[in-house]
């Protein structure tokens, strides 16, 4: 028989301070999550202080940005209701506590979490009187203020009199970098969050947000794109008695974004009453389905939040919990969101998953005809990118030709010898020498009088002699040559400071410009990058239009919040000719949008058209192909005749039709292995052409040994030389690239 002891009673649990802070860096990764629990606790201040779901409130972020020597200091301004001391202590001194009636205080962590970042100032003004709580990253809480008569300075650092609340987060000097971003990082990247996207949105927002830094206030306002509503209505959940409401839209191209899942565009944002809980696309096949990323949409449900308070009160007293409500809808972080496994989360989700899988497999079926071609095109469009990389080195000006003939043993020699430079432009130019010459270092050096240095640019002054591509007894250097004003000047080039060769350079301006229009735009359409700058010029006639008593235009756009400008465009007069230059920067901010964006002196005006996109255009390369019944005799392929750039392979050649199983699309064969060794071949045989006639034309100095040759064959026999050495290197290149030794095997087999 076991022995009766007395009970000794110890009281609650409570949290040890290493398992706090372990939590607290799980639910702050970055400076993005502390601003949320700020944000989201005013944007509640307000509710509270209103009684309105959809009170409009402001809210002030100030960021002093430091770095490896001093401290970040943020700051979050509001007007709202405030906390006296005995509220501040109660929220800030205990951890997972519920500690308001709104839908985002579950887990009554947010501020707590906040120490993850520095130290974290609680300053607040209920009823005219001021509190203050200090909690430093140590977990320590000191008080400042206990419910006081607020002192001018102290009002002044609140800006409010009667009711209002700032959190000052002190971040030490060399802090991680995800605590201490670029101003412009949070402007772009924090409207993004989609706990925030009702909160900030253009239309029905619940908070003025404004940042300040360096000065500068700048708004934050969350910009939906501008998709293709696809599916609207309400879904019944019979289980639980309750139903969802649930929009689906479609953008027009596939969205590629670096951002982590909870600043993405696409995905279904989960809302509840006014809390947005999660955005993803609720099933993992799903997030791993390429054509998901255009789909983007918004699942409410209210029942969401009565889960949430029918566990918590039942829990409170210890009351056996509903079995369809047995844990805690949430996951213990904001991070992760509603628990998938929860018994109302998998209805909730269920029909909107089919919905998106519906719609997915529709875009595969529309597909699936054009399939064949597109991984055509995407191979083929990938060689000629190659290819033309290995045409970068070639310095191409219309002027080159003139300086034919060998190079001599001792000569150094500029090509072109003269350059006609455009103010603005940038044009190359190199010079040539051999080995021998370069026996005290490889630097050559342009030499600009300092009297005309107001005239022309040099990207960089010294330069590094290398080896030509196809003569390794010739070096060259080339220079990057930016007019600035109108000249005809003379550089020279030194070695070892002695001056080798000269040149001059002709800086010239268009006069007139001739215009269809008093005042135009330079294109009548643009792409701008959402949450990203462009520079759009305009032109307008001078004296006519512009002059130097009116040196601005109106900017109008009858489209709202789809592009940031301002209102006018200051011009500047081009001396010496018929026109002035405006240069009009524009944001973009709703993705996908087209705005039409006008200029005008109320009188006479121009427009264009902005698009705003999700990346920037590639460089495009100047290359293009077709796969074609083109008839080009006894060629597989031949350059156009008209257009150089233009590739054309012919379809109806027997060994074309031969490997791609028919001279029409879509071709059978076009993605076997054998195809793409025939389209190897014919590509490097085409580049090679194309490099020895643009080196033949541009810089004829690396073949000028031609000349020492008298005999035809000879002659053939040199240029043939030069030929093959082209082509190699375009082989070996699309060889490495896009023929797989298992492939050979297989065909070998």
Same mark, same amino acid.
């Given at each position: 028989?076991?022995?009766?002891?007395n009970?000794?009673?110890?009281g609650?649990?409570?949290?040890?301070?290493?398992?706090?802070?372990?939590?607290?860096?799980?639910?702050?990764p970055?400076i993005?999550?502390?601003?949320?629990?700020?944000?989201t606790?005013?944007?509640d201040?307000?509710e509270?202080?209103?009684?309105s779901?959809?009170y409009?409130?402001?809210?002030?972020?100030?960021?002093?940005?430091?770095?490896k020597?001093?401290?970040t200091?943020?700051r979050?301004?509001?007007?709202?209701i405030?906390?006296?001391?005995?509220?501040?202590?109660?929220?800030?001194?205990?951890?997972?506590?519920?500690?308001?009636t709104?839908?985002?205080?579950?887990?009554?962590?947010?501020?707590?979490?906040?120490?993850?970042?520095?130290?974290?100032?609680?300053?607040?003004i209920?009823?005219?009187?001021?509190?203050e709580?200090?909690?430093?990253?140590?977990?320590?809480?000191?008080?400042?203020? +206990?419910?006081?008569?607020?002192?001018?300075?102290?009002?002044r650092?609140?800006?409010a009199?009667?009711?209002?609340?700032?959190?000052?987060?002190?971040?030490?000097?060399?802090s991680?970098?995800?605590y201490?971003?670029?101003?412009?990082?949070?402007i !772009?990247?924090?409207? *993004?969050?989609?706990?925030?996207?009702?909160?900030?949105?253009?239309?029905?927002?619940?908070?003025?947000?404004?940042?300040?830094?360096?000065?500068? @206030?700048?708004?934050?306002?969350?910009?939906?794109?501008?998709g293709?509503?696809?599916?609207?209505?309400?879904?019944?959940?019979?289980?639980y008695?309750?139903?969802?409401?649930?929009?689906?839209?479609?953008?027009?191209?596939?969205?590629?974004?670096?951002?982590?899942?909870?600043?993405?565009?696409?995905?279904?944002?989960?809302?509840?009453k006014?809390t947005?809980?999660?955005?993803n696309?609720?099933?993992?096949?799903?997030e791993? =389905?390429?054509?998901?990323? *255009?789909?983007y #949409?918004?699942?409410?449900?209210e029942?969401?939040?009565?889960?949430?308070?029918?566990?918590?009160?039942?829990?409170? &007293?210890? $009351?056996k919990?509903n079995?369809?409500?047995?844990?805690?809808?949430?996951?213990?972080?904001?991070?992760?969101?509603?628990?998938?496994?929860?018994?109302?989360?998998i209805e909730?989700?269920?029909e909107?998953?089919?919905?998106?899988?519906?719609?997915?497999?529709? @875009?595969?079926?529309s597909n699936?005809?054009?399939?064949?071609?597109?991984?055509?095109s995407?191979?083929?469009?990938?060689?000629?990118?190659?290819?033309?990389?290995?045409?970068?080195?070639?310095?191409?000006?219309?002027?080159?030709?003139?300086?034919?003939?060998?190079?001599?043993?001792?000569?150094?020699?500029?090509?072109?010898?003269?350059?006609?430079?455009?103010?603005?432009?940038?044009?190359?130019?190199? /010079?040539?020498?051999?080995?021998?010459?370069? +026996?005290?270092?490889?630097?050559l050096e342009?030499?600009?009088?300092?009297?005309?240095?107001?005239?022309?640019?040099?990207?960089?002054?010294?330069?590094?002699?290398?080896?030509?591509?196809?003569?390794?007894?010739?070096?060259? #250097?080339?220079f990057?040559? &930016?007019?600035?004003?109108?000249?005809?000047? =003379?550089?020279s080039?030194?070695?070892?400071?002695q001056?080798?060769t000269?040149?001059?350079? @002709?800086?010239?301006?268009?006069k007139?410009?001739e215009?269809? !229009?008093?005042?135009?735009f330079?294109k009548?359409?643009? +792409?701008?990058? *959402?949450?990203?700058?462009?520079?759009?010029?305009?032109?307008?006639?001078?004296?006519e239009?512009? !002059?130097? !008593?009116?040196?601005?235009?109106?900017? /109008?756009?009858?489209q709202?919040?789809?592009? $940031?400008f301002?209102?006018?465009?200051k011009?500047?007069?081009?001396?010496?000719?018929?026109?002035a230059?405006?240069?009009?920067l524009v944001?973009?901010?709703?993705?996908?949008?087209?705005?039409?964006?006008?200029?005008?002196?109320?009188?006479?005006?121009?427009?264009c058209?902005?698009?705003?996109?999700?990346?920037?255009?590639?460089? $495009?390369?100047p290359?293009?192909?077709?796969?074609?019944k083109?008839?080009?005799?006894?060629?597989?392929?031949?350059?156009?005749?008209?257009?150089? +750039?233009? %590739?054309?392979?012919?379809?109806?050649?027997?060994?074309?039709? $031969?490997?791609? #199983?028919?001279?029409?699309?879509?071709?059978?064969?076009?993605?076997s292995?054998?195809?793409?060794v025939?389209?190897?071949?014919i %590509?490097?045989?085409?580049?090679?052409?194309k490099r020895?006639? %643009?080196?033949?034309?541009n810089?004829?100095?690396?073949?000028?040994?031609v000349t020492?040759?008298?005999?035809?064959?000879?002659?053939?026999?040199?240029?043939?030389?030069?030929? =093959?050495?082209?082509?190699?290197?375009?082989?070996?290149?699309?060889?490495?690239?896009?023929?797989?030794?298992?492939?050979?095997?297989k065909?070998?087999s």
């Amino acid at each position: 028989m076991s022995k009766k002891r007395n009970k000794i009673k110890l009281g609650k649990i409570t949290a040890d301070a290493m398992a706090i802070k372990h939590q607290r860096d799980l639910a702050m990764p970055t400076i993005f999550e502390a601003l949320l629990e700020i944000l989201t606790n005013s944007d509640d201040a307000y509710e509270s202080l209103n009684n309105s779901l959809n009170y409009l409130g402001d809210v002030r972020i100030e960021y002093d940005r430091g770095g490896k020597k001093n401290p970040t200091i943020l700051r979050v301004k509001d007007k709202a209701i405030g906390m006296d001391f005995n509220q501040m202590k109660d929220k800030l001194m205990t951890y997972h506590k519920k500690t308001s009636t709104t839908s985002r205080s579950f887990f009554g962590r947010g501020l707590r979490d906040v120490t993850a970042l520095g130290d974290v100032k609680v300053s607040s003004i209920k009823d005219g009187l001021f509190s203050e709580v200090v909690m430093s990253q140590d977990l320590n809480v000191i008080a400042n203020a +206990n419910n006081e008569k607020p002192t001018k300075d102290e009002t002044r650092y609140l800006g409010a009199k009667k009711h209002g609340t700032t959190i000052e987060v002190t971040i030490p000097a060399g802090s991680k970098s995800q605590y201490n971003p670029l101003v412009e990082t949070i402007i !772009n990247t924090l409207p *993004r969050h989609y706990a925030l996207s009702r909160v900030l949105h253009s239309k029905n927002k619940t908070l003025n947000l404004n940042i300040i830094a360096d000065k500068t @206030d700048t708004k934050l306002v969350y910009i939906e794109p501008d998709g293709e509503l696809v599916y609207e209505g309400k879904i019944e959940i019979p289980k639980y008695k309750t139903f969802s409401k649930f929009k689906l839209f479609k953008l027009k191209n596939l969205i590629e974004e670096n951002y982590p899942e909870a600043f993405r565009t696409t995905g279904i944002s989960v809302f509840g009453k006014k809390t947005c809980f999660q955005k993803n696309f609720l099933d993992k096949n799903i997030e791993r =389905e390429p054509l998901a990323q *255009r789909y983007y #949409g918004y699942l409410e449900c209210e029942h969401i939040d009565h889960l949430m308070k029918e566990w918590h009160d039942n829990a409170t &007293i210890n $009351k056996k919990q509903n079995p369809l409500n047995e844990t805690f809808i949430l996951n213990p972080t904001r991070i992760e969101g509603i628990k998938k496994d929860h018994p109302f989360a998998i209805e909730l989700f269920k029909e909107p998953i089919k919905i998106l899988n519906k719609f997915i497999n529709e @875009d595969k079926k529309s597909n699936s005809s054009s399939q064949k071609d597109e991984k055509l095109s995407k191979l083929v469009d990938e060689m000629m990118k190659d290819c033309a990389d290995l045409l970068d080195d070639i310095d191409r000006d219309e002027s080159a030709g003139e300086n034919q003939g060998s190079l001599g043993l001792q000569e150094w020699r500029a090509i072109p010898s003269g350059i006609r430079l455009k103010v603005g432009e940038e044009k190359k130019i190199s /010079i040539y020498t051999f080995e021998n010459n370069l +026996n005290k270092g490889k630097t050559l050096e342009l030499f600009i009088p300092e009297k005309h240095k107001q005239f022309l640019d040099v990207i960089s002054s010294k330069v590094e002699m290398i080896k030509t591509k196809n003569d390794p007894k010739k070096y060259v #250097g080339v220079f990057t040559l &930016i007019g600035k004003s109108e000249k005809i000047i =003379e550089v020279s080039f030194r070695y070892d400071k002695q001056v080798k060769t000269q040149a001059k350079i @002709d800086i010239y301006l268009d006069k007139n410009r001739e215009f269809k !229009n008093d005042i135009e735009f330079e294109k009548k359409q643009y +792409n701008v990058v *959402r949450d990203k700058h462009r520079k759009i010029k305009i032109y307008a006639k001078y004296p006519e239009v512009i !002059n130097e !008593n009116n040196l601005e235009l109106k900017i /109008i756009s009858s489209q709202v919040d789809q592009i $940031k400008f301002k209102p006018t465009c200051k011009f500047n007069i081009v001396k010496n000719t018929n026109y002035a230059v405006g240069e009009l920067l524009v944001k973009g901010l709703k993705l996908e949008s087209e705005s039409k964006l006008e200029v005008t002196n109320d009188i006479i005006s121009d427009n264009c058209v902005v698009t705003v996109v999700d990346k920037e255009e590639e460089n $495009k390369n100047p290359f293009t192909w077709d796969i074609d019944k083109y008839d080009l005799g006894p060629n597989r392929a031949a350059w156009d005749t008209t257009n150089s +750039n233009l %590739l054309k392979i012919s379809s109806k050649h027997e060994t074309i039709k $031969k490997y791609l #199983g028919s001279e029409n699309k879509p071709f059978p064969y076009s993605e076997s292995a054998l195809f793409r060794v025939l389209c190897v071949e014919i %590509l490097a045989e085409k580049f090679a052409e194309k490099r020895v006639d %643009l080196i033949a034309i541009n810089n004829p100095i690396e073949y000028s040994d031609v000349t020492n040759y008298k005999q035809p064959h000879e002659i053939l026999q040199q240029a043939n030389v030069y030929f =093959e050495k082209a082509k190699v290197k375009f082989l070996e290149k699309l060889h490495k690239n896009f023929i797989k030794e298992e492939e050979i095997k297989k065909i070998n087999s």
